[in-house]
């Protein structure tokens, strides 16, 4: 393997990550899933959620693709280094940035700050029901995203918190 295939793998990895992750944040989380991840909607002082069990979740998954990969597949163990690197992303953005939980910054303009309108909306709903922006790193528009919400209200598919619309 070249350096670049290892780096391809890597980057190819990230970004089917982000889609990895939508899907299970859309159709596990919000769906069989809730138990663990309720308390991440839900106002409360802890430092940990039960929802962070669903980080030690991927932690596995990808120790075991690192073993694997070393002892039999390298291109294995550079995807595993492709979720490693997903989930670095991750922390940052959206347990750093999004929910503020290692540092305060408020973006005012550009990217992040549509990130953070964009898994505000997300966290606009109550219950697991309906809701918007299920992504982790890439964000649709904030405008766009209200009126999904507002057609989900209307058509009694999602409660939405009057205050995000």
Not at 36 to 62: C, Q, S, T, Y
Request: charge should be positive; charged fraction near 20%; hydrophobic fraction near 50%.
């Amino acid at each position: 393997m070249t350096i670049f295939d290892r780096i391809l793998i890597v980057v190819v990895t990230v970004v089917a990550m982000e889609f990895v992750a939508w899907a299970g944040h859309k159709y596990v989380m919000h769906g069989w899933g809730w138990s663990w991840h309720r308390d991440h909607h839900e106002p409360h002082d802890n430092v940990l959620e039960k929802n962070d069990l669903f980080g030690i979740v991927g932690a596995v998954a990808a120790i075991s693709l690192f073993t694997y990969g070393f002892y039999y597949s390298l291109p294995l163990w550079w995807v595993a280094m492709g979720i490693t690197v997903y989930g670095l992303i991750y922390t940052l953005i959206h347990d750093g940035l999004v929910h503020q939980r290692f540092f305060r910054w408020v973006p005012k303009s550009g990217y992040a700050k549509r990130l953070v309108q964009a898994h505000k909306l997300h966290h606009a709903t109550i219950g697991k029901e309906g809701g918007v922006s299920f992504g982790f790193v890439f964000a649709r528009d904030p405008a766009a995203l209200k009126q999904e919400l507002k057609a989900q209200r209307e058509a009694g598919i999602a409660v939405v918190r009057e205050a995000a619309l």
